[in-house]
């Protein structure tokens, strides 16, 4: 799962293609929950679909964002968009 020291994506994570989003918040601090994960992600308009999990981070006022990919999304999500949140079993 996490390897190595947890820390915030850059926006030269993010053009490498190492990461999804960035912050641009002082605060922010990496969420400690185990990646990846899946989740059931809620869009108005569409159907919810299952997405996976490869990066969360928490902004100054405690708000988690996760970077999701799924099947018709490739994007940061926010907490509220998310539920049904499930770890990947590993052996």
Known sequence: MHKGALRLATPDDVAAHRALFCLNDSGAKPDDRPL???ATLTCPGQLP???LIVQAE???TGKV???VIGRH???ERSENQLSNFKPIKSD
């Open 58 to 60: 928490r902004d100054s």
């Open 73 to 75: 999304t490739t994007a």
């Open 49 to 51: 679909e299952i997405v």
């Open 36 to 38: 990846p994960i899946t």
């Open 65 to 67: 964002h996760y970077g």
